[in-house]
C-alpha cells in the first residue's frame, strides 16, 4: 500500500530522465523530509470536517485552526496537471483533523522546533502531531496542499500518507525593504501569508535606509516628521504590533534591521550636526554607492547617543530576539574628507577609520546585549574591516558565495544572502535617470538559478557548517513597491523556501535535485499561491505546463 517518495515524486527511469515527466500526484512545496503515500484516493467529507487541538491555550494553534478551517471548506483548487483527468476514484472519507501538540509554549526563536508529522489515513481521522504550535502551524499547511477539487469534491489522491519533516536550516527569510520605495501593512501582511505558504519563518524588516524614515518615533518623533515620504507613508506602533502578531500567527519572526551608521541620509534631514558626507552632489558616487550620500559620524559621541537612543527605543517595540544593526557598505572616503573625524584621528594617535568602526561596532552590540538581543550585522565590518566581534554575533554574507565559508572560518554564525543568487531587486535596468546601464546587481536571478545555489557548498567540516543557521532572499525596493512585490518575490523565494526547508539533497537517493525534475511541483504550487490571492509570475506558458517534456532545452546538461 505504501510506496517511498523520492525527490518530489517526479523521479524518473534514468533513460527516460529527459523524456519523461510524472506529473505531480501530491504536490506539497517545499518537499517533505520523509513522504509516504498509497494509492487511493479520499474524499474530505465537507458537511462535517473539522479540524481539532488537544491545545486550546495556545493564540497561535487557535488562529492557524481557524485560517484552516476555512481554507479546507472554501478553497477550490484544480491543478493544472489535472485539466484532462476527470474523476478522480475516491473509497473513503476524511472526517477530521486532529492537531495533537505537546507544549502550548509559544516563544518563537532560532531553537524553536518546527518538526511535525502527518498521517492521513484511507478512512477516518487525519492526524498532525508537534512538538510545538509552530510545528502544528507547518503541518496545516502541508495538509492543505494534499487536497485538490475535483468533480466538485475535495479530495486527497494518494492515502494513506505519511510525512515526517522538519526545516534543515532555522532560519529562513526574506528581507523586504520598506525604505526605497513604501508598503503599506496590507502588502506586508499579504507577504507574510506568501511566506507561510512556503514554509518561510524571518521577515527581515529593513524598515529604514538612506532615503526615509517611514516608522514613527516617540524618542525622535522629529525622524518620521522630516523622514517619511508623506502623512500616509508610515507605519504606527500600531501598524507594528499588528504586523507583528500576524506573523507570529503564521509562524514568521520579524526581525528589523536599523543599518547604521552608513545608508543614514534621512538621519540627516533632522539631524546634519552628526553626519558625514551629507548628500554630496553632483559626485555623490565617491562618498555612497548610491544617492543620497550621508553616514553617520563615527568620532562624534552625539551620534553614538542617537544610535543608543534608536537601539533602546524598537529594541522594546520589536520583540524578536534577533536585531540587525547594519554595517553594509560602509564608505571610508565619506569619513575622511570630514573634517571633525580628520581632527579626532590627529589629535588621537593611534586611531583610525578602522579602529573607529571597530569601536562603533563594539559599542553598539554591547548595547543590544544590554536590552537582551542577539546583534546581527553584514558581513562588512569583519570582513572588511576586521572588527573583532563576539562570536554571538551573526554575519550576513552578500558580497559573494565565498563570504559565508569566510565567516564561519572566523566562528561566526553566518545567514547566507550573496547578491548573484538571493537578490530579487536585479535585472529591471537603471533607476538612474540618466544612465541606460544595467543595475549593479544584473542579471535577473530566475527561479533556476536561485534553487541550484547550496549556501554549505564548499564547507565540508560539519561543525562549521552547523554554523550557516540559514539565508534570506532580498529585495530591496528601488524599483518595487506592492504594485509588483508579488511577482518580484513569487515564485523565485518558493525555490528559495525549498533548499532552505529540505536542503538540496533528496534525502532518500542522497543526490542533489535538479530543477527540471521539480519544475512541476513548483508549477503546481504557483497556481496555488495565485488561487489564494497571491499574484506569483507565471514560470512557462501554459502549455509547457501540459507537455513538459517538450519544453526542455536539447543541449541542456543532465544528470
Not at 522629529?222 to 523622514?227: A, N, P, R, S
Not at 511541483?521 to 497556481?527: C, I, M, Q, S, Y
Amino acid at each position: 500500500m505504501w510506496s517511498v517518495h523520492l525527490s518530489s515524486k517526479l523521479v524518473v527511469a534514468s533513460v527516460l530522465a529527459i523524456l519523461a515527466f510524472e506529473q505531480p500526484v501530491n504536490a506539497v512545496w517545499p518537499i517533505p523530509v520523509q513522504y509516504g503515500e498509497g494509492k487511493i484516493g479520499v474524499e474530505i467529507k465537507r458537511s462535517d470536517f473539522m479540524i481539532k487541538s488537544n491545545v486550546t491555550s495556545s493564540s497561535v494553534i487557535n488562529a492557524a485552526i481557524e485560517r484552516y478551517q476555512y481554507l479546507v471548506e472554501h478553497e477550490y483548487f484544480e491543478s493544472p496537471y489535472d485539466f484532462n483527468e476527470g474523476a478522480i476514484k475516491t473509497s473513503g472519507y476524511i472526517y477530521s483533523l486532529e492537531v495533537d501538540v505537546q507544549s502550548a509554549q509559544d516563544v518563537f526563536d532560532l531553537e524553536t522546533d518546527e518538526s511535525y508529522t502527518l498521517e492521513v489515513p484511507v478512512e477516518g481521522k487525519a492526524v498532525i502531531s508537534a512538538k510545538t504550535p509552530f510545528g502544528a502551524v507547518r503541518g496545516l499547511e502541508t495538509f492543505s496542499q494534499l487536497i485538490v477539487a475535483n468533480s466538485g469534491r475535495k479530495v486527497i489522491k494518494n492515502a494513506p500518507v505519511r510525512i515526517v519533516d522538519a526545516p534543515k536550516f532555522a532560519h529562513r527569510g526574506i528581507l523586504l525593504d520598506t525604505s526605497r520605495n513604501f508598503y503599506h501593512v496590507d502588502a506586508i501582511l499579504r507577504t507574510l501569508d506568501a511566506m507561510a505558504y512556503n514554509k518561510l519563518n524571518v521577515l527581515h524588516w529593513h524598515v529604514v535606509d538612506a532615503f526615509s524614515w517611514p516608522i514613527e518615533s516617540k524618542v525622535h518623533p522629529e525622524l518620521t516628521e522630516k523622514g517619511a515620504y508623506s502623512v500616509d507613508m508610515r507605519y504606527s506602533y500600531e501598524d507594528v504590533k499588528k504586523i507583528i502578531n500576524y506573523a507570529k500567527n503564521r509562524a514568521i519572526r520579524v526581525m528589523p534591521e536599523f543599518d547604521m551608521p552608513g545608508h543614514t541620509f534621512t538621519i540627516g534631514e533632522a539631524h546634519p550636526e552628526i553626519m558625514s558626507c551629507l548628500n554630496k552632489q553632483p559626485n555623490w558616487d565617491k562618498f555612497s554607492a548610491e544617492p543620497p550620500s550621508g553616514q553617520l559620524n563615527i568620532a562624534d559621541p552625539r551620534a553614538v547617543s542617537f544610535a543608543f537612543d534608536i537601539i533602546t527605543e524598537y529594541s522594546r517595540l520589536f520583540l524578536d530576539l534577533g536585531f540587525h544593526m547594519g554595517g553594509g557598505v560602509l564608505n571610508v572616503d565619506c569619513w575622511k574628507e570630514d573634517p571633525v573625524i580628520e581632527l579626532y584621528i590627529r589629535d588621537h594617535p593611534g586611531e583610525s577609520i578602522n579602529s573607529l568602526v571597530n569601536g562603533w561596532f563594539t559599542q553598539m552590540a554591547e548595547k543590544l546585549n544590554e536590552m537582551g538581543k542577539i546583534s546581527i550585522a553584514y558581513e562588512d565590518p569583519v570582513l572588511n574591516f576586521n572588527y573583532a566581534a563576539k562570536n554571538t554575533t551573526i554575519l550576513q554574507a552578500w558580497a559573494n558565495e565565498d563570504s559565508v565559508g569566510k565567516i564561519v572560518d572566523k566562528g561566526y554564525r553566518a545567514i547566507a544572502s550573496p547578491w548573484n543568487r538571493y537578490y530579487l531587486d536585479c535585472g529591471h535596468g537603471s533607476w538612474l535617470s540618466n544612465f541606460e546601464g544595467n543595475s549593479w546587481c544584473d542579471p535577473y536571478k530566475g527561479w533556476q538559478q536561485i534553487y541550484s545555489y547550496n549556501p554549505l557548498a564548499n564547507i565540508t567540516d560539519p561543525e562549521k557548517q552547523k554554523l550557516v543557521i540559514g539565508g534570506e532572499v532580498a529585495l530591496f525596493s528601488a524599483q518595487s513597491d506592492e504594485t509588483t512585490v508579488d511577482r518580484y518575490l513569487w515564485p523565485r523565494a518558493s525555490a528559495f523556501a525549498e533548499i532552505m526547508w529540505s536542503g538540496s539533497q533528496d534525502s532518500v537517493t542522497n543526490t542533489t535535485r535538479e530543477a527540471s525534475k521539480v519544475a512541476p511541483r513548483l508549477t503546481d504550487h504557483r497556481f496555488r499561491m495565485v488561487a489564494r490571492g497571491i499574484m506569483a509570475g507565471p514560470l512557462q506558458p501554459l502549455w509547457c505546463i501540459r507537455h513538459p517534456e517538450a519544453c526542455l532545452h536539447p543541449t541542456a546538461p543532465t544528470a
